[in-house]
């Protein structure tokens, strides 16, 4: 029996030790991606543009219309699914309150990153770990390129850029969807709906979902981009990493999230 908890300690330790490696690992990653923005701020900044606006592209305009059509389908079923429960103890008013407290506080900015940890946090972690096997990178640094500074930071405002306006585009394509599913199915007057929005929507809301959004931005980019560069023994190496890199963002967004939602709405 003491050997079985001697194993289980053992066992414990050894992941919170490398978890919390792992941790301080992307956090220094995060700081030299920054540093190094910093320190070459005025170099090539005529190919740092062009590879943020491509970011940006295959991130945030390619993706408008899946994410648009999926949150008018998730806006629908929260007005449908709300007003049924909400009728039921004579509270249907309350219907705008709580589309806000579903969309834009949690299901919008955290359906947002997930959608992005899937088609584009995947894609980065594959296009690094590639190029980190096949030795691209030892190429630009011989060259005299920092590879930070070409490959992740341009990624990393094309990143976050994308996810803050596609968090936007998700919110409004919810309401517009949960107000016209409403009126559709529910009989809800579609003008009472959005006159009582104002009301509704309170800065504090506004300011969740963009603190999040930034902070979900960041966080797939730093750690897809980590992950990816750390696949240096072989391309049989990329698809563990590609897979660690999409939990780990799915586990970090989650824990974000639970902190901003901690900070301003239980303090």
Known sequence: MS?????????????????????????????????????????????IRKIIRQQIYFTAVQSVTILGF??????????????ENLARVGGAELLNSFLVIIIIRE????????????????AITVETGYMSVLKEIE???????????YLAVPRLIGMTVSVLCLFIYFDICAMIGGYFFGWL???????NMVNTLPAAVGGTDLLAGLVKGLGFGLIIAS?????????????????????????????????????ITALLYMA
């Open 139 to 149: 190429a630009l640094s011989s060259d005299g390129i920092h590879p930070l500074h």
């Open 107 to 122: 299901i919008g900015p955290i359906m947002t990153a997930f959608f992005v940890i899937l088609r584009s946090g995947v």
């Open 70 to 83: 999926l949150a008018v389908l998730l806006g629908g079923l929260i007005v449908i699914q709300g007003f």
């Open 223 to 259: 750690v897809s981009l980590n992950l990816g560069l750390q696949a240096t023994t072989g391309v049989t190496q990329i698809p563990p990493q590609t897979s660690k890199a999409a939990v780990y963002c799915l586990l970090l967004c989650f824990i974000w999230n639970l902190t």
């Open 3 to 47: 050997d079985r908890i001697m194993n289980f300690f053992g066992f414990f330790g050894h992941s919170v030790g490398r978890a919390l490696s792992n941790t301080l690992n992307g956090f220094a990653f995060f700081y030299d991606c920054w540093r190094t923005a910093f320190q070459y701020r005025r170099t090539g900044t005529r190919v």
């Open 185 to 191: 199915l529910a009989d809800i007057p579609f003008s």
